[in-house]
């Protein structure tokens, strides 16, 4: 069967990964969390409550901007977001990459991997955000391990935002924090074995899971390696060795690295509002009015995928030269 990631029908493209994950086409994931599954030969497809399209954003940036002679990032080619229960799910469809999940290699044999991760962190703090404000690319709720278990709650329109954040829990420990003087720079922030493959050929690598990945200072990344690596010595020490080495922090920013993991141990340990409480009681009396007096415009019937997003809008989509099953014409 021919098929356009591009153009196909939202409902039957998410079908499509449910079915083949019950055939068995599981590459990635947890489950029952995010999952990855691989529906052709050249698309695999992560989806789940917690992929939003600031992550499909962020890795299409990445995947624009990176040397991929330095890593490889895979092509964005489609995000959804489906409504079909109480909880969204996302889909991001993207450029499948065959190979090895660094966890499944004997890195005792493959030392030659750890300068050339480290190579990676040094390469994407080269690359500038320009405007971008901190956090994922296009703006959104950032996520992450310093934001704790509850996630950030918030926006930041700006670094002086970000410095709001950081210092009322610094607060705690009559500290404060100030980015401003640091340029926002693309961090993964999540290093993780998993979020790496080591390509068919041997020598290639390519970083997956951008969730967590953004515009912060540089020395980001060094602060969030042990809250990614806690259980993994042997990967965690001469990765963050290799990385100290090449970033060479100054006295100042390793300060403010160890301010950062005191941010996210005040988030790890206490609770800070910033949102509005939720009104349970305003919530069930609305329930209780649409039982009353249901509406067409608040209990859609069709489609099952009520929004979708997509990466580029209006504007001009770039032309696929990967085809699959006879994918043809413009990314979405």
């Known amino acids: 069967m021919t098929w356009d990631v591009a153009t196909a029908d939202s409902e039957w493209l998410v079908n499509l990964v449910h079915e083949a994950e019950r055939n068995g086409a599981i590459v ?3 489950e029952g969390r995010t999952q990855v599954v691989k529906i052709s030969e050249h698309v695999m497809v992560k989806y789940g409550g917690l992929v939003r399209i600031s992550e499909a954003a962020t890795q299409d940036f990445a995947y624009r901007t ?6 490889h990032v895979p092509r964005v080619y489609r995000f959804i977001e489906a409504r079909d229960s109480l909880y969204p799910k996302g889909y991001l469809f993207m450029e499948y990459i065959s190979g090895q999940n660094l966890k499944e290699v004997d890195l005792e044999a493959r030392k030659d991997l750890f300068p050339r991760i480290a190579k990676i962190a040094e390469h994407l703090g080269q690359i500038r955000g320009g405007n971008m404000p901190p956090g994922p690319v296009g703006g959104g709720e950032p996520d ?43 961090c993964h922030l ?6 790496m493959i080591l ?13 967590y990945a953004g515009f912060y200072p540089r020395f980001f990344e060094v602060a969030m390696i042990p809250c990614v690596l806690p259980y993994d010595a042997s990967y965690e020490k001469p990765v963050m060795q290799e990385i100290e080495k090449l970033l060479c922090l100054t006295d100042e920013e390793n300060r403010l690295v160890k301010l950062i993991r005191c941010v996210r141990a005040a988030n790890l340990r206490w609770s800070f509002d910033e949102r509005p409480p939720f009104d349970f009681a305003a919530w069930m009396a609305s329930i209780e009015e649409e039982k009353l007096n249901p509406s067409k415009e608040s209990r859609p019937e069709t489609p099952r995928i009520s929004f979708e997003s997509t ?9 696929d030269p990967c085809n699959t099953n006879g994918m043809k014409g413009p990314l979405a």
């Open 311 to 319: 990466l580029y809008g209006d504007a001009k989509r770039p032309e």
């Open 144 to 186: 992450g391990y310093l934001y704790g278990d509850d996630g950030a709650k918030t926006v930041f329109n700006s670094v002086e935002d970000m410095n709001t954040y950081m210092n009322k829990r610094l607060a705690l420990r009559n500290d404060s924090i100030d980015l401003a003087p640091y340029p926002l720079v693309l």
């Open 199 to 211: 390509e068919d050929d041997g020598v290639s690598l390519c970083l997956v899971d951008w969730g």
């Open 28 to 30: 990635g994931g947890q």
């Open 190 to 195: 999540d290093f993780y074995r998993r979020s």
């Open 66 to 71: 990176v040397d991929p002679s330095v890593v």
